[in-house]
Nanobody, 123 residues
């Protein structure tokens, strides 16, 4: 079993910054892509940013130039630095990871989610 634990959410004024962290633990052989999603009230969950095991990144158009995703493979941790926050960034932010786990003699990938952390940006 694998757990993803997020931290770093909170309340911030527009224009401010927050840094989210997500640490993976448990039966981990490898971690492939990691990412951050968000879900605002009444809206579908959407991809915010993702990073491959090699460090390639992609971002939602709405956060390009303001958010930066990074990862520390030695710590099985992914980060999301959020700058110039706007009220429309308010949402629950979820960490996601594609984790390889040894089952018998085979490495099998499973998709895991964190519990979510609230980010609220006041105007």
């Amino acid at each position: 079993q694998v757990q993803l634990v997020e931290s770093g959410g909170g309340l911030v004024q527009a224009g401010g910054s927050l840094r989210l962290s997500c640490a993976a633990s448990g039966s981990i052989f490898s971690i492939n892509a990691m990412g951050w999603y968000r879900q605002a009230p009444g809206k579908q969950r959407e991809l915010v940013a993702a990073i491959s095991s090699g460090g390639s990144t992609n971002y939602a158009d709405s956060v390009k130039g303001r958010f930066t995703i990074s990862r520390d493979n030695a710590k099985n941790t992914v980060y999301l630095q959020m700058n110039s926050l706007k009220p429309e960034d308010t949402a629950v932010y979820y960490c996601n990871a594609d984790v390889g786990t040894v089952v018998g003699t085979v490495v099998t990938s499973y998709d895991y989610w964190g519990q979510g952390t609230q980010v609220t940006v006041s105007s």
